[in-house]
C-alpha cells in the first residue's frame, strides 16, 4: 500500500472519530449543565501549511484533507490535521495498541466506559475504536496490521508518555486495570515486608496526592520500631495537633533511638501545634532545634541511620509541601526516596549545620541547596523579608 492510501485512509478514519468524539464531547458538557445537546454541522478545515512546516504529507495536502504525518529523522511520531468541526477543542488524540479491539470493547462496557466509534477496519492496515472512561476522558485504541503506529517513542523529540487528569482517580483506578490491566499506579512499597529493600534497590519518587501519603508515614513510623535503625534525623515545618509522624518520633525517642528534630517556629497559623510537639519530644529526650537565628527552614527532609548486614546506611526523604497527613492528601508535593550516598553526605552535613554540630551554613553540598546571602533563588527575588532559607 502506498503512502498516499495510508494517509486517506487514516484520514477518513480521523475525520470520523473526530466528528463522534467531539459530539459526545460536546453531549456531556451540555448534560452536566442541563442543557440539550446538539451537533455542530460538519465544516472541512484545510490544515495551514505554515503552521505545519516541520510535517510530511503522505500526499498532495488537498487530496488528503490537510493531514500530515510529523516525522523525526525520517520515522514518523505522529499526525497532524485540521479541525473537523466549528468549536472542536484542539486536542492530541491518544491510541492504545491491543490484541483484538472488540475484546476491547467488551471490556470497556463491562468496566461502566462508552463505547464512542465501534471496532471497524481500517482498510487493511488495521481495526480501531474509540472509547470513553466513566469520567468522560476520551481514548482509541488501535489492533495493527500493516501499520503498526509510531516508528519512534521514548527517545529524544518523540513521544514517551501519557497522562489522564480526571476527575474521579478512583474511578479510573478500576477502569484502566480492567480494560488494559495495567496497575493502579501506586509507589512500589505496597506489598513490601520493609520499606528498606526497596529504597536500597532503587530510587522511589512519588506524588502527592496521587500516592498516598502513608509511604511517609510508614517511613517514620518503620523507622521508630525497626531495631537495626540507629538514628531518626528530621525537620518538621508545619505539624498537625495528632501528628502520625511527631508520634512516630515519640515512639522512636522510648525505643532507646537517637531523634534530631528542627521544629520551624515560624510556620504560620501552626505555630501552637508546632510548640506543643517540640516540648513533647523534648520532654522524652529527644534533640530538639527551634529553628535558626536569621533562618527560616521550609526544606522537608528526613535522615534515617540504619544498621544493614553489610554496614551502616543513610535512608533520605527529600520533598515539597509538609510533613502533615491533612496537607498531603490536598496539596500536589513531591516526594523522593533514596539511599544513594551522594544525598545521604548531604542530608549529614545539613543536620550538622541545623542541630550544631557544625555552626557554617555555608557548608557546601553536592545536591542540595541554601538560600541564603548571595543567593536570589530560581525567581531572582531571594527570600521574604531577607530571611536566609535552607
Not at 460538519?42 to 510535517?55: F, I, Q, Y
Request: charged residues 20%.
Amino acid at each position: 500500500m502506498s503512502d498516499l492510501q495510508i494517509g486517506l485512509a487514516i484520514l477518513g478514519v480521523l475525520i470520523v472519530v473526530a466528528v463522534l468524539a467531539f459530539n459526545y464531547w460536546q453531549e456531556r458538557q451540555f448534560q452536566r449543565r442541563g442543557e440539550q445537546s446538539f451537533t455542530v454541522p460538519h465544516d472541512d478545515v484545510l490544515l495551514d501549511r505554515a503552521s505545519a512546516a516541520e510535517a510530511t504529507s503522505p500526499g498532495p495536502v488537498e487530496e488528503t484533507g490537510g493531514y500530515r504525518m510529523f516525522q523525526q529523522d525520517g520515522q514518523s511520531v505522529g499526525g497532524l490535521m485540521g479541525q473537523m468541526q466549528e468549536g472542536q477543542p484542539t486536542a492530541w488524540s491518544t491510541y492504545v495498541s491491543v490484541a483484538d479491539a472488540d475484546e476491547t470493547a467488551a471490556k470497556v462496557t463491562a468496566a461502566g466506559g462508552t463505547v464512542v466509534v465501534a471496532p471497524m477496519d481500517v482498510m487493511d492496515i488495521g481495526r480501531m475504536a474509540v472509547f470513553a472512561d466513566p469520567t468522560g476522558a476520551v481514548f482509541g485504541v488501535w489492533q495493527p496490521k500493516s501499520f503498526t503506529g509510531a516508528d519512534l517513542v521514548n527517545e529524544p523529540n518523540s513521544l514517551c508518555w501519557n497522562e489522564v487528569l480526571t476527575r474521579d482517580a478512583d474511578a479510573d483506578k478500576r477502569f484502566y486495570p480492567a480494560v488494559f490491566g495495567w496497575g493502579a499506579g501506586r509507589p512500589s512499597f505496597e506489598g513490601a515486608p520493609d520499606m528498606w529493600s526497596i529504597i536500597r534497590a532503587r530510587d522511589v519518587l512519588v506524588h502527592h496526592p496521587y500516592h498516598a501519603f502513608d509511604t511517609v508515614t510508614r517511613f517514620v513510623r518503620e523507622a521508630a520500631v525497626d531495631p537495626k535503625v540507629l538514628a531518626i534525623k528530621m525537620t518538621l515545618y508545619r505539624v498537625s495537633p495528632a501528628s502520625p509522624i511527631a508520634h512516630a518520633l515519640h515512639t522512636a525517642v522510648e525505643n532507646g533511638k537517637e531523634v534530631a528534630v528542627l521544629v520551624e517556629l515560624q510556620a504560620r497559623f501552626d505555630e501552637e501545634a508546632n510548640i506543643r510537639w517540640a516540648r513533647a519530644l523534648e520532654e522524652v529526650g529527644a534533640h530538639v532545634v527551634y529553628g535558626m537565628v536569621g533562618f527560616k527552614t521550609h526544606c522537608k527532609a528526613c535522615l534515617i541511620v540504619r544498621q544493614d548486614s553489610d554496614g551502616i546506611r543513610r535512608y533520605c526523604h527529600l520533598a515539597t509541601g509538609n510533613y502533615n497527613v491533612r496537607t498531603g492528601g490536598i496539596y500536589s508535593d513531591l516526594g523522593l526516596f533514596t539511599s544513594r550516598d551522594s544525598f545521604g553526605e548531604d542530608l549529614t552535613a545539613l543536620f550538622d549545620v541545623l542541630t550544631g554540630s557544625n555552626m557554617t551554613p555555608t557548608t557546601t553540598c553536592g545536591y542540595l541547596c541554601q538560600a541564603g546571602p548571595g543567593y536570589d533563588g530560581p525567581t531572582g527575588l531571594g527570600t521574604p523579608n531577607g530571611i536566609s532559607g535552607f
